[in-house]
T-cell receptor, first 114, second 112 residues
Framework: DTAVSQTPKYLVTQMGNDKSIKCEQN?????MYWYKQDSKKFLKIMFS???????INETVPNRFSPKSPDKAHLNLHINSLELGDSAVYFC?????????????FGQGTRLTVV | AQSVTQLGSHVSVSEGALVLLRCNYS??????LFWYVQYPNQGLQLLLK??????LVKGINGFEAEFKKSETSFHLTKPSAHMSDAAEYFC??????????FGAGTTVTVRA
């Protein structure tokens, strides 16, 4: 049974479109994240939610809007997609105990904007 | 802010040889450090983590890492490389439990 699952795994879309990526975790964690991995494999945090509350927003364009309907779900909606949004987006979750807890990652969503 | 630097973007080893991946951290407080592995087209999987309990940390798949405060390092090693070790490896540091900051990654290739 998958711990952190994302859908879809692949997403190809045209510039200007709006798309959503869904994430669900069944680990009972309080905290969920979205990370972006660019073409050079660099991983950067975008958002972090704890108990449905936004706690980290790392200067991400406001075309990106996360939504957490409950602790187990964190979706990412992207408006007016641009070529530069092409990347792999990873959802993750953790149960913070100070700073010592690891994050569990989904399989990623490869977004290609054409 | 805490950060990590991975030295060497690419490491090539022969099967059966030592794997050594270097990671240095920058932190004003005792850090919590992690190594993750990413296989092609996969998500990230935790290899091991340092949480100040012991300086030598053993992880999965025969990997281990040693925390050296004097060198601000947390290098990852495996005595004998296997073909299945070919992957991308990331060092990371945790901030306040809500944010993992990753290094740039090291690609490991294993030669037969």
């Amino acid at each position: 049974d998958t711990a952190v699952s994302q859908t879809p795994k692949y997403l190809v879309t045209q510039m200007g479109n709006d798309k959503s990526i869904k994430c669900e975790q069944n680990l009972g964690h309080d905290t969920m994240y979205w990370y972006k991995q660019d073409s050079k494999k660099f991983l950067k945090i975008m958002f972090s939610y704890n108990n449905k509350e936004l706690i980290i927003n790392e200067t991400v364009p406001n075309r990106f809007s996360p939504k957490s309907p409950d602790k187990a779900h964190l979706n990412l909606h992207i408006n007016s997609l641009e070529l530069g949004d092409s990347a792999v987006y990873f959802c993750a979750s953790s149960q913070p105990q100070g700073a010592r807890t690891e994050a569990f990652f989904g399989q990623g969503t490869r977004l290609t904007v054409v | 802010a805490q950060s990590v630097t991975q030295l060497g973007s690419h490491v090539s080893v022969s099967e059966g040889a030592l794997v050594l991946l270097r990671c240095n951290y920058s932190s004003s407080v005792p850090p919590y450090l992690f190594w993750y592995v990413q296989y092609p087209n996969q998500g990230l999987q935790l290899l091991l983590k340092y949480t100040s309990a012991a300086t030598l940390v053993k992880g999965i798949n025969g990997f281990e890492a040693e925390f050296k405060k004097s060198e601000t390092s947390f290098h990852l090693t495996k005595p004998s490389a296997h073909m299945s070790d070919a992957a991308e490896y990331f060092c990371a540091v945790s901030e306040r439990g809500y944010k993992l900051s990753f290094g740039a990654g090291t690609t490991v290739t294993v030669r037969a």
